[in-house]
């Protein structure tokens, strides 16, 4: 059953490595980031704040996504 197999633990697939999650990481955030420095920048009007907001949020969210990512193929 569908439910089963979703939950079953431990099926990490050996051939995985952190390699793979990281480059989703990372072209994730190019992505993510551009759309969030795109409506800082319409709600603020001004860039230099958007910049400020983007330099906190890039890393911040990289490494929430990459725990997020690795926790799912590791344990779901």
Known sequence: MFIDR?????????DDTRFKPLLK????RVLASTDTVMIAWLLTG??????????????TK??????HEWFWTRFL
């Open 62 to 67: 990289m490494f929430l996504y990459y725990v």
């Open 46 to 59: 001004n860039l230099k704040t958007a910049g400020s907001i983007i330099s906190l949020e890039i890393f």
């Open 25 to 28: 990481t990372i072209s994730w």
């Open 6 to 14: 979703f939950f079953r633990r431990c099926r990490h697939n050996p």
